[in-house]
C-alpha cells in the first residue's frame, strides 16, 4: 500500500509539475495573446497613420497639378502677349518705314522751295549789289575826275 501510495503520490507531483507547467504556459499564452494584440493595436494605428499620410499625399499633389495647370496658364498668356508684342513691332517698324518714306517725300519739295527762295534772294541782292557797285564806280570816277580838276584849279 505504501507503494501505492508513493506511486499516487508521486504522480500527483508529476500531475503538479504538469498542472504548473500548464499554467505557465497558459500565462505566457496570455502574454503573447495581449502582445499580439498590442501589436495588432499598433499595425492598426500605423495603417491610419499611412492612410492619413497617403490622403496627404494625393492632396498635394492636387495643389501641385492646380500649381502646373495655372503655370500653363500663365505661359500660354505670356507666349499670346510675346505674340502680340512681335504683331505690334512689325506695325511699328511698317509705319515707321511709312512716316520715314513720307517724311523724305515731304522734305525734297520743302528743300526745293528754300533752295528756289535762297536763289531768288541771291539773285535780289547780285542785283542790288549791281547797281550799288554801279553806283560806286560811278562816284569813284566822279571823285578822280574832280581831284584831277582841282589839281588843274590849283597848278592854275
Do not use: C, W
Not at 515707321?96 to 525734297?108: E, F, Q, T, W
Request: glycine share 8%; no cysteine; hydrophobic share 30%.
Amino acid at each position: 500500500m505504501e507503494k501505492t501510495l508513493t506511486l499516487i503520490l508521486n504522480e500527483l507531483k508529476d500531475l503538479k509539475g504538469g498542472v504548473n507547467n500548464l499554467t505557465k504556459g497558459q500565462q505566457e499564452l496570455r502574454q503573447d495573446v495581449n502582445d499580439l494584440a498590442t501589436g495588432q493595436q499598433e499595425l492598426r494605428q500605423d495603417v491610419n497613420d499611412l492612410a492619413t499620410g497617403q490622403q496627404e499625399l494625393r492632396q498635394g499633389q492636387q495643389g501641385l497639378r492646380q500649381d502646373v495647370h495655372a503655370l500653363t496658364e500663365g505661359q500660354q498668356v505670356l507666349i499670346q502677349d510675346a505674340n502680340d508684342l512681335k504683331v505690334g513691332q512689325f506695325k511699328l517698324q511698317k509705319d515707321v518705314s511709312i512716316v520715314k518714306d513720307n517724311l523724305i517725300s515731304g522734305l525734297g519739295p520743302y528743300f526745293e522751295g528754300i533752295e528756289k527762295h535762297i536763289d531768288n534772294k541771291t539773285d535780289e541782292i547780285k542785283d542790288t549789289l549791281e547797281g550799288q557797285q554801279r553806283v560806286i564806280d560811278t562816284l569813284a570816277a566822279r571823285s578822280i575826275k574832280h581831284e584831277s580838276e582841282m589839281q588843274h584849279f590849283k597848278r592854275a
